[in-house]
């Protein structure tokens, strides 16, 4: 039987299939994989289930370079943790869950849009330390979601799950920067370039993949276009804003706040971003329901029976 390796605890649902069908392994750290636990892995198992944070890099594959592994199933839609043409070189398929993640992603996308817009974490915060003194006309006022312009940056299965909910839910206008034009089931306008969007909305959303296509495309040129009323929202990849850029802008008032599930060092957290009372902060939840984490997982190991069988895999990258 083949041996197989889950890289991080799952939900019971997909720990019971997992077993049974699989009589997979699990390693019990909530951690990212050392490099040195990459190249056992790639060593010692045919199939590896591995996810956010495991950095299958050229060198962990060059270290292993004749792995016993056929098949890397990531857990999650984004895979630039993972060389994929060095993992191929090697012979090494590569798998990953796109799909289950797309609503739940998009919910956080709005509960950051709607936290940071009406400032709730900062209120929350200000009731909690008992320095609350009751309601008063100009107490903590916010931004006004509807009838407002929100660029949405990636106009992918996530980007329009946000974009629907925002038009439909609050009136929104939609303007978005893409590879192509989309048809959308709302009005959307597709802007000339990035900057040019980002200096036409009061909300900018990011929602394209990480990877080094992508790596700061949110810069101090491109907050510098923001207005100052703007707010930026991640739901993308820590890495696809220069974070210090980003501190900057904020510090000088350039743009109001910004929204985060995403962070450029995860799971570091410049104590000065966490300092910002204009700023939302969540712990990486885009997927974080049962639902949505059994589907993906349920995903990744349809892709591993798949090569165990030797049919076509049905979410290669």
Request: charged fraction near 20%; charge should be negative; glycine fraction near 10%.
């Amino acid at each position: 039987m083949a041996r197989v390796l889950i890289t991080r605890p799952m939900t019971d649902a997909v720990t019971a299939r997992a077993v049974l069908e699989f009589g997979a392994e699990f390693r019990t750290a909530t951690t990212p994989m050392t490099h040195a636990d990459m190249v056992a892995a790639l060593r010692d198992y045919d199939l590896v289930v591995p996810t956010l944070g495991d950095m299958f890099s050229a060198e962990v594959f060059a270290e292993g370079s004749e792995p016993r592994c056929r098949l890397l199933a990531n857990f999650g839609v984004g895979y630039n943790h993972i060389d994929v043409a060095a993992a191929r070189a090697v012979g090494v398929e590569v798998t990953h869950t796109p799909g289950a993640v797309t609503d739940a992603t998009a919910d956080i996308a709005l509960t950051l849009m709607l936290m940071t817009a009406r400032r709730a974490g900062e209120g929350e915060r200000l009731l909690r330390s008992g320095a609350w003194q009751g309601w008063h006309p100009t107490q903590m006022l916010g931004m006004h979601l509807t009838g407002k312009r929100l660029g949405v940056v990636g106009l992918g299965r996530i980007g329009d799950a946000i974009a629907r909910r925002a038009h439909f839910g609050f009136g929104m206008e939609i303007a978005y920067v893409a590879r192509s034009p989309k048809t959308t089931a709302y009005p959307s306008e597709r802007a000339v370039d990035l900057r040019a969007l980002a200096s036409s909305v009061d909300m900018l959303v990011l929602t394209v993949p990480g990877g080094g296509d992508t790596r700061h495309l949110i810069n101090a040129d491109v907050l510098a276009a923001m207005k100052p009323s703007a707010l930026l929202i991640n739901i993308a990849r820590g890495e696809v804003v220069d974070e210090a850029a980003l501190i900057a802008a904020l510090d000088a008032g350039q743009i109001a706040g910004a929204g985060l599930d995403v962070y450029e060092f995860e799971p570091k957290v410049p104590e000065t971003l966490r300092a910002m009372e204009q700023v939302t902060l969540l712990p990486h939840l885009g997927t974080a329901t049962e639902e949505v984490r059994s589907a993906m997982g349920h995903m990744a190991l349809d892709n591993l029976a798949a090569h165990l069988a030797g049919r076509e895999l049905p979410n290669r990258v």
